[in-house]
């Protein structure tokens, strides 16, 4: 089991930043590959960034450039820094650990965190 407390969302304007960061306990964080999804009203839950148990990073499109995902295995955390904010960007943001351990999977989502993008 995994528990993940996000925080670190807000109003802001377009052109600002942002910087989240989810918290993990409850088993060995190493182990989990972590991402950062994200659920505008009306639409889909949709994959913003990754990052694997190795390091390696992945972005949506419309993301790329402007987000950056890390993990600090030492601290059991995963940061989403965002930058130059755009209205589209305005979600409840979710934090997720998933790892495939003896052939099953296991996924663990936070409770969100909602970032605004408003002038």
């Known amino acids: 089991q995994v528990q993940l407390v996000e925080s670190g969302g807000g109003l802001v304007q377009p052109g600002g930043s942002l910087r989240l960061s989810c ?18 009203p009306g639409k889909q839950r949709e994959l913003v960034a990754l ?5 390696s990073t992945n972005y949506a499109d ?6 950056t995902i890390s993990r600090d295995n ?3 955390k995963v940061c989403l820094q965002m ?3 755009k209205f589209e960007d305005t979600a409840v ?6 790892r ?10 936070g409770q969100g965190t909602q970032v605004t993008v408003s002038s």
């Open 62 to 67: 419309s993301v790329t450039g402007r987000f």
């Open 93 to 98: 943001y979710y934090c997720h650990a998933s």
């Open 23 to 40: 918290a993990a306990s409850g088993s060995i964080f190493s182990f989990y590959a972590m991402g950062w999804y994200r659920q505008a």
């Open 74 to 76: 030492a601290k059991n």
């Open 51 to 55: 990052i694997t148990s190795g390091g």
């Open 83 to 85: 930058n130059w904010l």
């Open 100 to 109: 495939v351990y003896d052939g099953v999977e296991y996924g663990y989502w």
